[in-house]
Nanobody, 123 residues
Framework: QVQLVESGGGLVQAGGSLRLSCAAS????????ISWFRQAPGKEREFVAT????????YYADSVKGRFTISRDNAKNTMYLQMNSLKPEDTAIYYC????????????????WGQGTQVTVSS
């Protein structure tokens, strides 16, 4: 089993920045990819960004490309999402997910999830 705990959400004005963290514990060796998803009220869970656990390889949703940066610190078993130039439409609950998905952007293919952290961007 893998446990994931997110932190770092909050309220920020449009144009501001936040950094989310996702601390992983348990059977870390079973993780191939670790990703961020988000879900706004009334909307489906949406892919944000992904990073491979043991190789430097990242992929972003078009909506966040150039504004968000995903990274990881394997020594700390922690993944980060640096979010800059935030927009009101970035408001959502952000979830950390891990596993061995064939399709990184499909949330249904992830085995492990965190509890989520709220990000609210005011206009």
């Amino acid at each position: 089993q893998v446990q994931l705990v997110e932190s770092g959400g909050g309220l920020v004005q449009a144009g501001g920045s936040l950094r989310l963290s996702c601390a992983a514990s348990g059977r870390i060796s079973s993780i191939e990819k670790i990703s961020w998803f988000r879900q706004a009220p009334g909307k489906e869970r949406e892919f944000v960004a992904t990073i491979r656990w043991n190789v430097i390889s990242t992929y972003y949703a078009d909506s966040v490309k150039g504004r968000f940066t995903i990274s990881r610190d394997n020594a700390k078993n922690t993944m980060y999402l640096q979010m800059n130039s935030l927009k009101p439409e970035d408001t959502a609950i952000y979830y950390c997910a891990a596993g061995t998905p064939r399709n990184s952007i499909d949330y249904r293919q992830y085995h492990y999830w965190g509890q989520g952290t709220q990000v609210t961007v005011s206009s």
